[in-house]
């Protein structure tokens, strides 16, 4: 059973999880293993994780993030996270991950994002 779901929105390929808690290692494994297999098909170099419906993560998984995240910037592709829930947030913002990674308030607006240029696009 895969643990991802991707659609195509406009040149952005948006992947969402199928798991509320990922803590299992073997999925966080398979999640990777997937996470990483999307960065070669993302469209025009256009990459977002919406984490709708997730409401933990365990650290495994924010290595796998941390991962993902320096495979896009080898690949060229601008990686960008939405819809995050106050738990796993606040961990980010413990990492001080949220300075790494970019993290929109929802869907919408994140894809909006990919087009801003400049810092105060």
């Known amino acids: 059973m895969t643990a991802l779901t991707s659609k195509q929105h406009e040149d952005v390929l948006v992947v969402g999880f199928t798991d509320i808690k990922i803590l299992d290692d073997t999925r966080i494994q ?64 413990i990492m001080k991950l949220n300075k790494l990674f970019d993290i929109q308030k929802d869907q919408e607006k994140a894809i909006k994002s990919f087009d801003k240029k400049g810092w105060f696009a």
């Open 30 to 93: 398979q999640l990777g293993k997937e996470l990483l297999e999307q960065v070669a098909i993302a469209p025009a170099g256009k990459m977002l994780l919406d984490f709708s419906g997730v409401s933990f993560m365990s650290s495994a998984m924010i290595g796998k993030l941390v991962l993902l995240n320096k495979k896009c910037r080898q690949d060229e592709v601008n990686l960008k996270m939405c819809n995050i829930s106050p738990n796993v947030a606040e961990v980010f913002k």
